[in-house]
């Protein structure tokens, strides 16, 4: 009934056309503009899960004039937004999980989902999602409608005689394929067309796994040994802050911050942004949590522009009087590690957790994307940070620390720094690993991975001492499994008529990204080939306990030798610091295959004590050997019972690491200094900075002052600011429409679409445009605030 939705529509004061509402404050949150708007809104979030856009318009009029009711709205927004493909996902989504996995991921379904499911035989149906009930009338097999429920965790319903009952018939059977590839033109043809239960398909595919293991308890008994259990609920919340511009890194340790007593607030300006949260639970996407002064348009923020040191000074004055940052007891920077001299003179403590090399966005030559912004002083700048961040180390209340051993070895090449060794957690939390663990696949493949290989590029393409050029596309494939690497797997299953071998790459199985990590498990075992020496995306797969092949070290030393590949792993040759002494080591950006070789034992994949349990190949055929003769349902529980051990021990170190700054708020700022450059010299006794290269940068400085000093004269010291009035859902309402014909909001790509007389144009994320959406005088859709 539209009465659910109208209730939320507050009515009007007499005193003025400010929308309030005397039992809930739903103001702020939904300034409808009318009944019609709030009830279409309503319905769209309700059966479709997201905002509606402009094509609702039509909807909220003809509801208003009484032309439409409620149910027949929910009808047709049924119809348009049910997707073919969703009940694919849902069938692998729900097969073999537990009871308790499959209510928590049923409920973040569409409303839909259940009633779509059900046969013609059934009407009234009604779906319930405050008690997961779902009730309705269906007809028995003598004609007639009796009214049935259903409830618990079911993926699909049926009528079975006038009753309702979970649909598992039709989900118990697959059909799979001997060999499954993205493009089967070009690798082998080998298909079977048997189709039987999946338990069969997985037991003729992985004979030595036995997948009907019953969930196990593992051990977890330590846990409440953490802080966070045990602290006096009195004790503030110790908080970390993060703008790194990936959001991966402080993320991925959100679960072990929070179980030792401690917050993590995160400001990205990346596109990934979108998949995290931090602790507050808000999106961590800087454009929606208000992040100041420092901006990565163009990936220009990994260098911090063009004027570095002017942005400094901006970014200085800006946070020494900010209230949220004068919360904050501790700053991360990962990625890059560099932009923590940002906050040097800010006087907070600085945690600098590198995630990959420590020259990233100071110079780093290699990387391609960023040689564009690469001047004559970025060696200077290097220089620069060397000192900086032996300054950092050198304070009390700082660390150095890296989330693998390679970066670690590699900073105190660089630096002679001994960085501490803290590898990221980036899986579930301690609610998370109390719960039974199954190895329950739901697929056959063996999974590609990781997400990113850069298998695309031919041998033929990739220098010697450098990156591939991206853009000569004769020169790359059209898919990873087309690289000659993968010629012995292909020879190999030719030869073995009975190999029973299903792979797929990772955007095979995921087209458009996975949304959790807790997706991978649906594949019996990953292989991993590295690209880089160690990746966010081989801790989220570890940490699910997905049993993992990795190629043997001289196996990848082959590869390394034969293919070139693994040339990622340098991002420049920049020198280190002149005053140290020989390093046992050679130079890890050499590119020669004896140099490679002695830095391997650092790589994630090799690390034995903390990633143990990988199954190491050798060859292809030993690779195929593996599947079959070992038990993967054991590797899986040992990988999870360490993974509970890793949480514990990761969250030691951390406590270890704040236990000593939870009481100590000395390193709040508290004098405000003329400049960065003034602060720093107090604070860390170093010289000011290189001057800015480009002349731009001193007239942009004066302006800068000068705006400082206008608004430091006029700013108000008493009085409430006034929040304008502003329309939430401006995808109805924006200015765009003036001069836009057709617009089209979709809600599953989050896209909004329009027609500027003979081009069609979009925006992304529309939604979070904080006043307005509009058309720019490049004549594109943008966020007007």
Known sequence: SCDVFYSTFPSRREDGDDLSCSKYQFRKAFPFNSKGEAAVTGLYMFYAGHMP???????????????????????????????????????????????????????????????????????????????DRLTAECRNKKGQYQKTSLSGSCASAQNVDGVLKCGYEQRLKMRASGLEIDDVSKRGRWSSTRTFPLAKELKYAFPATNSSRTPIVHDFSRFHRLKGWNRDSRERNLVFWSTDLHAAPSACNKAVFEAIGANIFAKIAFENCKHFVDSSGKSVCADERGLKVLKNSK?????????????????????????EMNAVDIVLCSHPASNCELYMPLNKSLIVYATTRLEFGRFDALVDWRKPYL??????????????????????????????????????????????????????????LMLPHAYSPARVEVLLTPYRTNLEFAPKGIPLADWPDKTNKKLMYSSDLDHPLFDELWSTLRAASNAHFVVTTMKGAFPQGYRDSRDLTQYPAAIF????????????????????????????????????????????????????????????????????????????????????????????????????????????????????????????MWTDIISQRRNDRAHKSSHKFESADAANAAIYGIKPLYSDELKSC??????????????????????????????????????????????????????????????????????????????????????QS
């Open 53 to 131: 856009g402009h094509e609702a318009k039509t909807w909220i009029a003809d509801l208003d004039a009484g032309e439409h009711t409620c149910e027949s709205l929910a009808e047709r927004i049924c119809r348009r937004h049910q997707s073919s493909s969703f009940l694919t996902n849902l069938f692998f989504t729900f097969l073999g999980r537990s009871k308790h996995m499959k209510r928590s991921l049923y409920l973040n379904c569409p409303r839909w989902v259940l009633p779509r499911l059900l046969p013609d035989t059934c009407m009234h149906v009604v779906h319930d999602a405050v008690s």
């Open 698 to 783: 001193s007239k942009l400085k004066l302006e800068r002052a000068k705006l400082r000093n206008v608004n430091s004269m006029y700013s108000c010291e008493t009085g409430e600011k006034r929040r304008p009035a502003v329309p939430l859902n401006q995808v109805l309402h924006g200015t765009y429409t003036k001069v836009c014909k057709d617009a089209q909001y979709d809600g599953h790509q989050d896209i909004l679409r329009c027609k500027l007389g003979k081009h069609e144009i979009h925006l992304d994320h529309p939604f979070r445009c904080p006043l307005d959406v509009s058309v720019n005088r490049q004549r594109q859709l943008s966020c």
């Open 375 to 432: 001047t004559r002083k970025s060696g200077v700048r290097w220089k620069e940070w060397l000192r900086n961040i032996g300054k950092i180390a050198d304070k009390a209340g700082n660390v150095i620390a890296a989330n693998n051993m390679y970066d670690v070895k590699y900073i105190e090449y660089m630096t002679g720094i001994r960085a501490l060794y803290i590898p990221s957690w980036c899986g579930g939390d301690m609610q998370d």
């Open 529 to 652: 080939i590295p690209y880089q020496t160690s990746t966010i995306f081989f801790f989220e797969l570890y940490r699910q306990s997905v049993p993992i092949l990795a190629p043997s070290k001289s196996l990848l030393l082959k590869w390394i030798k034969k293919h070139r590949i693994l040339w990622e792993r340098a991002y420049g040759n920049p020198p280190r610091q002149k005053y140290l002494p020989r390093y046992h080591l050679p130079n890890p950006n050499s590119f020669k295959l004896m140099d490679i070789e002695k830095w391997l034992d650092f790589y994630d994949i090799y690390q034995e004590d903390t990633f143990p349990h990988l199954l190491r190949f050798d060859s292809w055929a030993h690779c195929l050997d593996l599947l079959k003769t070992t038990d993967l349902a054991k590797v899986s529980h040992l990988m999870r019972q360490h993974n509970i051990e890793e949480f514990y021990r990761i969250s030691r």
């Open 299 to 323: 990936m220009e923020g990994f260098g911090i522009g063009k004027c570095p040191n002017v942005l400094r000074d901006e970014f200085y004055h800006t946070y020494a009087d900010d209230s």
